[in-house]
């Protein structure tokens, strides 16, 4: 079992960067872990992710090159910076941990955490 804490959003303006954390504790060894995002009307998407010995990652178009993810497994924690943000961005973030392998699939996260609310003004 795998439990997850994200902090870090709030209102940013457009084209400002900002830091998401997921705090993980529970049995959290060999998690691959992963950020994904819902806006008011659409589905959760996949934003990113990590695998357990960060030699894996991978980002969906819209956010490559301004979205970077990374951990500490030292301090359980998984970080998405977010940079050159746009209001498209806007939206629920959540992190997500499974075991194994790293994936871009919504299904195949078996725990998540209750999410963090970015709003990015134009």
């Known amino acids: 079992q795998v439990q997850l804490v994200e902090s870090g959003g709030r209102l940013v303006q457009a084209g400002g960067s900002l830091r998401l954390s997921c705090a993980a504790s529970g049995r959290t060894f060999s998690t691959s872990m992963g950020w994904f995002r819902q806006a008011p009307g659409k589905e959760r998407e996949f934003v990113a992710a990590?695998?357990?010995?960060?030699?894996?990652?991978y980002f969906a178009d819209s956010v490559k090159g301004r979205f970077t993810i990374s951990r500490d497994n030292a301090k359980n924690l998984v970080y998405l910076q977010m940079n050159s943000l746009k209001p498209e961005d806007t939206a629920i973030y959540y992190c997500a941990a499974r075991y194994g392998f790293t994936s871009y699939a919504r299904d195949e996260y078996d725990y998540w955490g209750q999410g963090t609310q970015v709003t990015v003004s134009s």
């Open positions: 990590i695998s357990w010995g960060e030699t894996t990652t």
